[in-house]
């Protein structure tokens, strides 16, 4: 095993500009086991929590996780040491005396997806793997105006060189059912996008056909979107007839189409 932590260190390459990771990660094959993970920058804190040899429920808290390095998409591969926590018994008065950690091993936290991370935990000399993925159990309102832009990089067939191209483009995002509809407001190209959607954890994503006007027409892959109340982002690739384009969008939350501006 430590020739693969070895070999894992040079997979996951440092990559500036990390995805998200933050979520709720889970076995559906394997109910009550799950991990709770944040990160910010390079370090992070995970809540595992799983059953001992008895069978009955288990704790345990990683609070100081660091980044070790990133998969080609960004998402950081962290790692550190892991507690099992004790304290005061539900319902009763708290007692200072009864809290207390030990630590117990190590968690390895390794990204292959976006939608897919393998935990691999050695707690009380014994190690295990768990393949987990994000837990989805709603998708997030759309329906709104952004006031926003796009940050992309343009390939055209047969020149290697990419154009750098950043635009101001208020947009819209709708979603109706399974499919997501996204069109730029007061944008030159004025683009409108149409794809099936798919949720999972707190990111979305989306693939089908864009037109910008007669000529330029073709697909498009939206993902890592990320929504909270004040605005949206995630990435966008574009592929025309001879070119392609790819890079990031964001907004604020400008405009909800069903109350009207938003305070």
Do not use: K
């Amino acid at each position: 095993m430590r020739l693969l932590r070895f070999l894992a260190l040079l997979v996951f390459a440092p990559l500036a500009g990390a995805a998200s990771v933050n979520d709720h990660w889970w076995n559906p094959d394997a109910p009550g086991y799950g991990v709770m993970l944040e990160h910010v920058g390079d370090g992070g804190y995970a809540l595992l929590y799983d059953y001992g040899a008895d069978g009955t429920p288990r704790w345990y808290v990683a609070p100081a996780l660091d980044r070790y390095g990133s998969t080609a998409s960004g998402q950081p591969a962290l790692r550190g040491d892991l507690y099992r926590v004790e304290g005061s018994p539900y319902g009763a008065p708290y007692d200072p005396a009864r809290r207390g950690q030990t630590r117990v091993g190590t968690i390895n936290l390794e990204p292959h997806e976006v939608d897919r991370m393998l935990v691999v935990t050695t707690i009380d000399g014994v190690e295990r793997s768990q393949s987990t993925r994000r837990l989805t159990w709603a998708a997030p309102e759309y329906g709104y105006r952004y006031l926003g832009g796009f940050s992309m990089r343009r390939v055209v067939e047969g020149n290697p060189i990419a154009v750098v191209q950043n635009y101001f483009a208020p947009f819209d995002i709708e979603r109706r059912g399974d499919t997501l509809l996204m069109q730029e407001v007061g944008s030159p190209r004025a683009c409108s996008y149409t794809g099936v959607y798919r949720q999972n954890g707190r990111l979305g994503s989306a693939v089908g056909t864009y037109r910008c006007d007669e000529t330029d027409v073709g697909t498009f892959t939206a993902s890592e979107i990320e929504t909270t109340g004040n605005g949206v982002s995630g990435r966008l690739e574009r592929r025309g007839t001879n070119y392609r384009e790819y890079g990031r969008f964001g907004g604020v939350t400008q405009y909800s189409h069903t109350t009207g501006p938003i305070d």
